[in-house]
């Protein structure tokens, strides 16, 4: 609904007001969206390269829009011959005596009349931006001359709003040469016309209207679409002198109206009475300069026949002029902005939209693939449990077996202990020196020979269970890891286990005491070990002897030993005195046994008996080399060996099952740290989409926003169109 003002032209002043806040707070909005289009992640497509390109244009355009609007008003250009008093009729809407006029060719280029802020009225030209100080019409006259401009040339007169009331209301008064005095009208209409919201076509009524103004008009109005031309047909005071009168109003009239209706087709035959005037200029100046006490009274101009009616007439013209002015530059000037700032803010609405949707799918794909991501974390994680708790059985159940056969294996070689002691070669010769490095060295052979022998019997077997067991955990593991990571399970060359036994038989032989001395199997220290055994016989020795007998090892393990029996009768009696000689050692003792000997069985029995002891005795001797005493040494090595082993089978079999625990350990370990990598990388991930999401979110809300905000102003502009562009229609 269209405000209604105390002055039509008052419509434009406030419609440019409305228009250019609207343009100027819209301007800001698409400030804010070339921001946020911007800042907007280029990498997810959400923007274009093409949008940001489309708003930042926008941008440009809306600026351009609000320089233009802080420029536009509403101009008022004056057309006719020389003389016709175009410079008058624009003084005379002035109320001020601002342009030279006179007798013959006064204006001799474009004046544009505008209103200035200042109190002084200044002029500037093209060429300079020179203010050039102006304060009566004689010195602008002079000041024009001086210029020596061309006529197609602009002048601008700023005359202070506030001595002319026209001026305050944003219009712009364009003074020209006379139409007579130029060939060159196409460039005048370029350089002046194209933006002028009104032509007023100033006619001398005491002729018709020429070709030369027809043809300017005609050419105006091929450039401009239907453009609002007044006819004022000037000087009437003169004309109205003349007693037809009357005749001529009628000739001029439809003289004028042909011309606008039919000649330019510019309106419609009520449209053009509306736009013919039959004014005198110099009677309204006069008049109103007189108003003003600009002139003395009784100047004779006023004084006329039909002044009155005249100056109605005119004032008609003003307020005719006034309403077609305003209503045509509000059209003009701003018609084209609203119709700009809505495609533009219907561009942005839809840029935005396509960003929301853009933004709302990605958030989508994003929500899906997070929830995926956390089905699958969570899936993992489960699996990574069981197959821990699962692998950890699994660990136990191939430790007791490696236990088993490492323990099985080790007492199949302890059995066979004697075969590699006898595989030993080395010097033996029974001294001090000697027997040691040949202890130690045995020591060694029995290490690496064991060592070797444990290898060749497991080490095919368990290291076919480790890599079953790993090759197990791997396939396992390698299904919670992503293909591009499965790569990183498979087993590498240092991968491959080997057991290491190490029995260290050099302590664990290091007590090994061998007694390599000749002993005589029929002496009598062998005979009562024989018949009292190994504790009694230590029993004697150790009550009786004041020399320690070495203890005596057994020739053959495991035999059981005779059981102590108790004396009886003679054999009682001998044995007392035989354990009492022995335990005596001395010459007496054995002269005494020999004797009892020899007087109970005759003495050349126990010649014979004597002779072959001798020979047995000496036969032993004789025979009782380094290699028997080696044997022997072998014999009580192996011995000593097997029972310190048998100690340690449990030890040694620990050991082993140890070491396969913690390869397998130390290798599932590796593997689930490979997967919780794996994991700690997908809760990143989902915590980064996490982020993307509420990112998304914020894009989603600022989006919103702006087309919400677009669709408001749009909705302004739609106001502002109803308000001022389409009257009729409200
Ligand atoms: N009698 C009479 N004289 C007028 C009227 N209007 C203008 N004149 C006179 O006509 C002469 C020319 O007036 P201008 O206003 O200078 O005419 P113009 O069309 O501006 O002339 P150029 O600037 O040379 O193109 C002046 O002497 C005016 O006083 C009018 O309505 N009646």
């Not at 009566?136 to 061309?150: D, G, N, P, Y």
């Not at 196409?186 to 919201?197: K, P, S, V």
């Not at 070797?452 to 497991?458: D, E, H, P, T």
Request: proline content about 3%; aromatic content about 8%.
């Amino acid at each position: 609904m269209r405000t209604m003002t105390t002055s039509p032209l008052e419509l434009f002043v406030q419609a440019k007001n409305d228009i250019g806040k609207m343009v100027s707070e819209v301007e800001e909005y698409v400030v804010d969206c070339m921001s946020f289009l911007i800042e907007l992640p280029k990498e997810k497509g959400i923007v274009t390269e093409t949008q940001v390109k489309a708003l930042n244009q926008y941008k440009i355009q809306i600026h351009g829009i609000r320089e233009v609007l802080a420029r536009d008003n509403m101009k008022v250009a004056f057309f006719g011959r020389t003389s016709n008093g175009k410079s008058t009729v624009i003084n005379a809407m002035l109320h001020a005596n601002i342009l030279p006029s006179g007798i013959g060719h006064t204006t001799n280029c474009f004046c544009q009349v505008v209103g200035t802020d200042s109190e002084e009225a200044f002029l500037l030209t093209e060429e300079s931006k020179e203010k050039h100080s102006v304060e009566s019409v004689s010195q602008l006259a002079h000041a024009l001359c001086h210029e020596r401009l061309s006529e197609k040339a602009l002048v601008e007169i700023h005359w202070p709003k506030k001595k002319c009331p026209l001026l305050r209301h944003e219009v712009v008064l364009v003074d020209s040469p006379g139409i007579d005095v130029s060939t060159n009208t196409d460039e005048w209409i370029d350089r002046h016309c194209l933006d002028a919201d009104v032509f007023v076509l100033v006619n001398n009524s005491e002729s018709i209207l020429m070709v030369t103004e027809k043809n300017f008009f005609h050419k105006v109005s091929s450039k401009l679409s239907r453009p609002n031309i007044f006819i004022l047909n000037n000087r009437w005071d003169a004309a109205a002198l003349d007693p037809r009168s009357a005749e001529v109003h009628q000739q001029h009239m439809e003289h004028n109206r042909k011309f606008l209706v039919e000649e330019l087709g510019i309106c419609n035959r009520e449209e053009a009475d509306n736009r013919i005037f039959f004014v005198s200029a110099k009677e309204a100046l006069y008049a109103r300069l007189q108003e003003q006490g600009g002139l003395p009274p009784h100047t004779g101009a006023i004084e006329l026949e039909g002044f009155a009616n005249r100056y109605f007439e005119f004032q008609d013209f003003e307020k005719a002029f006034a309403e077609c002015l305003s209503t045509s530059a509000v059209k003009t000037k701003f018609e084209q902005h609203v119709v700009r700032g809505k495609s533009i803010i219907t561009d942005i609405a839809s840029e935005m939209g396509k960003i929301q949707e853009r933004a709302h799918h990605e958030k989508s794909k994003l929500m899906m693939q997070r929830q995926e991501l956390v089905s699958k974390l969570d899936y993992v994680s489960h699996q990574l449990k069981l197959i821990t708790s699962d692998e950890k059985d699994q660990i136990c159940h191939t430790v007791e077996d490696v236990e088993r056969k490492v323990s099985m294996a080790l007492n199949e070689e302890i059995r066979r202990l004697h075969q590699l002691v006898e595989e030993f070669t080395a010097d033996f010769l029974p001294n001090h020196i000697v027997i040691t490095a040949y202890k130690r060295n045995l020591n060694a052979h029995l290490d690496k020979g064991l060592g070797s022998n444990m290898r060749a019997r497991l080490s095919d077997a368990i290291a076919s269970i480790v890599d079953s067991a790993k090759t197990t955990m791997t396939n396992r593991i390698k299904e919670l890891l992503p293909e591009e990571k499965q790569h990183l399970v498979i087993a590498r060359r240092q991968d491959h286990f080997e057991m290491f036994y190490r029995l260290n038989c050099d302590n664990l032989c290091e007590d090994f005491k061998e007694d390599i001395e000749f002993r005589f199997s029929l002496g009598l220290a062998a005979l009562m070990h024989r018949f009292l055994g190994n504790k009694q016989a230590s029993r004697l020795t150790i009550f009786g002897h004041s020399e320690p007998v070495p203890r005596p090892v057994l020739l053959t393990p495991g035999t059981p030993s005779n059981e102590f029996l108790p004396p009886s009768s003679d054999w009682a009696f001998a044995a007392k005195f035989l354990t009492a000689a022995v335990s005596g050692q001395g010459i007496t003792g054995i002269v005494a046994f020999t004797t009892i000997v020899g007087l109970k069985l005759g003495w050349k029995i126990l010649a014979a008996i004597g002779s072959v002891y001798g020979g047995i005795y000496l036969y032993e001797r004789l025979t009782y080399t380094n290699k028997a005493k080696e044997r022997r040494f072998k014999k009580q090595y192996v011995a000593h060996a097997t029972k310190k082993l048998r100690l340690i089978v449990d030890l040694t079999s620990a050991n082993c099952s140890h070491q396969v625990q913690q390869e397998l350990s130390g290798k599932f370990a590796r593997l689930a740290h490979l997967v919780d990598d794996h994991m700690d990388e997908m809760r990143e991930g989902a915590s980064q989409q996490e982020a993307q999401i509420k990112d998304l979110d914020k894009i989603l809300e600022s989006s919103r926003i702006h087309r919400n905000s677009a669709n408001y102003w749009f909705n302004l502009f739609s106001i502002f169109e109803r308000k001022y562009l389409q009257i009729d229609e409200s």
